[in-house]
């Protein structure tokens, strides 16, 4: 389209380009702008007469229901004249045919030509020449272009009646209406019957939805091992001697018996945890190791007694990093001074 040719060349050449010719872009312009003033005069002419068809069409109609008033009997009866009956199908008694046409007849030739009315020669529209209004009559144009002329506008042939409900084809007037009211009646209830349709679906996808709802529900405890071990954290864990049996400190009112570190305490935990009959905790082992004159039942009873023996265990994000948690274990070795970390 020519305006889209204008609006090519302010934005590529005008705005774009440095080195500009006005000459050039000026005749490029003058070319689309009188084109296009071509193209809106054509479809003023056209509406224009349209307008005059449609206002003659109305005429003839009011003046002949003028005419045929069956109660002016004035306009009808002259005695010196004979009169006769002519049967005529039941449309067209009384111009009955133009009065279903102006208020049942549904034709696109119409709005197309309604719009161009009101954007062309309507001067009291604010919006008159915008771009957008020729765009909507182009596209109005290009549905009616070929299947409605000026020519035809009776429409003889054409199946534009509302409903689909031709008069020619019905009976008499009553029948006329009451296929109408049939074909209402049938999309009434073809809509009532597609809400239905729809709300079954959308109550189906509904219950599947809480079938989803109810094991994502039951799930959320669950994770993925990957997930999981994202989300272990690092620790850094001391056993105390609360009453300094054997770890002696100056600096604390506990002594140290010893710092360890692990990525995940949960497992590292099972090596010292307390064991049955004549097996060792990995704790037990090294006082037994350091001790060995202090019999096994002894050291084994310390571990067990919560007053003489405890654990506390420091865990974040951060000690997820073995490079940051061998650094916090070193830090707390050189600062408590633990007795089994130390080498002597």
Not at 74 to 91: E, L, Q
């Amino acid at each position: 389209m020519d305006l889209d040719k204008i609006d090519d060349t302010i934005q590529d050449d005008l705005r774009n380009r440095k080195n500009i010719n006005p000459e050039h872009i000026a005749e490029k312009i003058e070319i689309s702008l009188m084109n296009v003033r071509c193209e809106i005069d054509d479809m003023e002419s056209i509406g224009v007469q349209n307008g005059l068809v449609r206002s003659k069409h109305l005429q003839n109609l009011m003046l002949a229901a003028g005419i045929r008033n069956t109660r002016d009997t004035d306009n009808w009866y002259d005695p010196d004249i004979d009169h006769v009956k002519v049967t005529v199908p039941w449309y067209l008694e009384n111009n009955l045919i133009e009065k279903l046409y102006l208020k049942y007849h549904k034709t696109r030739i119409h709005e197309c030509f309604d719009t161009m009315n009101r954007y062309l020669i309507d001067n009291e529209s604010d919006s008159r020449g915008i771009y957008c209004w020729w765009k909507e009559i182009e596209e109005l144009w290009e549905e009616v272009e070929g299947e409605e002329t000026l020519s035809n506008h009776y429409h003889d042939s054409d199946d534009y009646w509302d409903s689909d409900v031709d008069p020619k084809e019905c009976k008499n007037l009553e029948d006329f209406f009451r296929k109408r009211m049939k074909v209402k009646i049938k999309e009434k209830k073809e809509k009532e019957r597609l809400l239905l349709e729809q709300a079954k679906k959308d109550k189906k996808i509904e219950e599947e939805l809480k079938i989803i709802r109810a094991k994502e529900h039951k799930l959320r405890n669950y994770t993925s091992i990957e997930e999981f071990l994202n989300k272990i954290q690092g620790s850094i864990y001391l056993f105390i001697d609360v009453k300094q049996k054997f770890a002696k400190s100056k600096k604390l009112s506990f002594g140290v018996l010893y710092v360890g570190e692990s990525g995940n305490f949960n497992n590292r935990f099972t090596a010292y945890a307390h064991k049955n009959g004549d097996s060792y905790s990995e704790l037990e082992k090294r006082l037994i190791e350091k001790f060995p004159e202090i019999s096994k039942s002894e050291i084994k009873k310390f571990v067990k007694d919560p007053e003489q023996c405890k654990l506390r265990v420091i865990t974040s994000k951060k000690l997820s990093d073995s490079r940051y948690r061998l650094r916090c274990e070193k830090r707390f070795i050189e600062k408590c001074q633990p007795l089994l970390n130390l080498k002597r």
